[in-house]
């Protein structure tokens, strides 16, 4: 099993920044995958970044440019550094962690852009 503790959301005005963490505890010896997803209200949950082991990354169309993800493989730790932030980022960010066997999801943080 995997715990995951997400931080750093909150409310901003739109064009401005916040940095998502999540520190991942308990089997984390065999993580592959690490990413951030959101689901806005009404609307499906949606992939916004990933990040393999290896640091190879995958974003979604509509962040691409705005938004950067890391990680820091000694504190499994995963990082979404999300700037020129918009209206239409409002959501609830999840944190997840994908191992060979299992799928990991943190309780979710919300950020909320106001125009």
């Known amino acids: 099993q995997v715990q995951l503790v997400e931080s750093g959301g909150g409310l901003v005005q739109a064009g401005g920044s916040l940095r998502l963490s999540c520190a991942a505890s308990?089997?984390?010896?065999?993580?592959?995958?690490m990413g951030w997803y959101r689901q806005a209200p009404g609307k499906q949950r949606e992939l916004v970044a990933t990040?393999?082991?290896?640091?190879?990354?995958n974003y979604a169309d509509s962040v691409k440019g705005r938004f950067t993800i890391s990680r820091d493989n000694a504190k499994n730790t995963v990082y979404l550094q999300m700037n020129s932030l918009k209206a239409e980022d409002t959501a609830v960010y999840y944190c997840?962690?994908?191992?060979?066997?299992?799928?990991?999801w943190g309780q979710g943080t919300q950020v909320t852009v106001s125009s």
């Open positions: 997840n962690v994908k191992r060979v066997i299992s799928v990991s």
């Open positions: 308990g089997s984390t010896s065999s993580i592959t995958v």
């Open positions: 990040i393999t082991s290896g640091g190879s990354t």
